[in-house]
């Protein structure tokens, strides 16, 4: 809270790239790696278009058990180091089974996500406030703020359930908006452009918006992220793909090399708002 920490916090990825504070940092790439082919050609596309992250997801947690989920863990992994020995990029990649920590640091993730489904998942939040990687923590389909800021707690704080017993934990957590469930069907996610500058003014943690997930729809994204920067969002992370149209994940909320445009134009809206 801003009450004991007045400062914004900025978190370095792989030491090289800033979040928070005065920058604007750009996360795409692929909803889900589908294979070296198209992993590696979204990679170079979220690249050009001068994404500083590169989504690289090896695991989803699909709301249909029946939906693409990733190729076996192990195979995402070389594809995910793949796409950073490729483009120089550092990684970020969505951890949903415990089990998969050690291997996604073996592996050189850079960024650890958390979704929407595991927001307020304590066994993993605990997990993470062991490591000092970055953590980027997206809130529930229906979490409040305080919610979205106490599961944040959780990984900042080291709260160890066996010993009872609260430690220094990590503190390297981007918070990331996402939008929450509402009655409205047109849009995937009610994305609440109030809540950029509420949590802003609540928490000096950084704080980006997804605008893929958030609308699911392509056509909705490139506005909407310039709604999110103007309202002052640190950075994006949305879903860019080589060939949207056949995409095995939600292609339908993806863009191709638009996304340069996109990135182009928040920059300027970012610096003239500066
Ligand atoms: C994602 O970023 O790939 C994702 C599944 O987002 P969310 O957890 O917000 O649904």
């Keep these: ?13 792989d030491g090289r790239v800033p979040v928070g504070g005065p920058h604007l940092t750009f996360f795409g790439g692929p909803c889900a790696i589908e294979s070296e082919q198209q992993a590696l050609e979204s ?10 992250v590169l989504r690289a997801f090896v695991d989803k947690s699909r709301t249909s058990p029946y939906d693409y989920r990733g190729l076996e863990i192990k195979k995402g992994l070389e594809i995910a180091a793949a796409m950073k020995a490729e483009t120089g990029l550092p990684t970020v990649s969505e951890l949903i089974d415990l089990r998969h920590l050690d291997l996604f640091l073996e592996y050189g993730i850079d960024v650890i996500q958390i979704g929407a489904r595991s927001a307020q998942y304590s066994p993993l939040l605990e997990e993470l406030s062991k490591i000092d990687k970055p953590v980027i923590l997206k809130h529930g389909f229906g979490n409040d703020m305080n919610e979205w800021l106490c599961a944040a707690a ?21 918070l990331c908006y996402r939008g929450i469930k509402s009655f409205e069907t047109e ?3 009610a994305a609440d452009i109030g809540m ?18 958030s609308s699911g729809d392509r056509r909705l994204v490139e506005r909407v992220t310039y709604g999110f920067v103007a ?17 095995l994940c939600d292609g339908k909320q993806a863009v191709n090399h638009e996304a340069r445009r996109i990135i182009e134009n928040a920059r300027r809206i970012h610096a003239l708002l500066a």
């Design 1 to 13: 809270s801003r009450s004991f920490h007045h400062e914004d916090t900025i978190v370095w990825i």
């Design 43 to 52: 990679a170079r596309i979220a690249k050009e278009a001068g994404v500083d």
């Design 154 to 174: 959780y990984i900042m704080s080291g709260i160890d359930r066996e010993r009872r017993s609260v430690s220094e934990g990590n503190r390297n957590v981007i």
């Design 187 to 189: 849009t995937r996610f």
């Design 196 to 213: 950029i500058p509420l949590v802003r003014m609540k928490s000096h943690l950084p704080l980006i918006a997804d605008p893929s997930h």
């Design 231 to 247: 309202a002052g969002a640190h950075g994006i992370e949305f879903d860019i793909h080589n060939n949207p149209a056949e995409a």
